[in-house]
């Protein structure tokens, strides 16, 4: 498992609004894609987005995805906040 910083790169675009998370958050997951899934589905995506849409999360226009390697918290499958607190839906 690896770590991944995901943080927006476009803070303006409309699909925010299908996320609770608006600041920069670490997920550990398999890959960068599978980061992407994982913050998206523990922001809220799931339950704030219209049909057709596309979290921000997942949308590499909108938000980063950059490993950090030297990371070793969180732990699988977890999305934490800059505070360390967890992030979950």
Known sequence: MKVFRLAAIDGDDP?????????HVWACALTGADARDLVAARTGF???????????????SVTSCVEESTMTYPGPGEVIREDGSKVSD
């Open 46 to 60: 799931f339950r704030l987005a219209e049909p057709g849409a596309i979290s921000p999360w997942k949308n590499e």
């Open 15 to 23: 699909s925010w609004k299908y996320s609770v998370e608006k600041t």
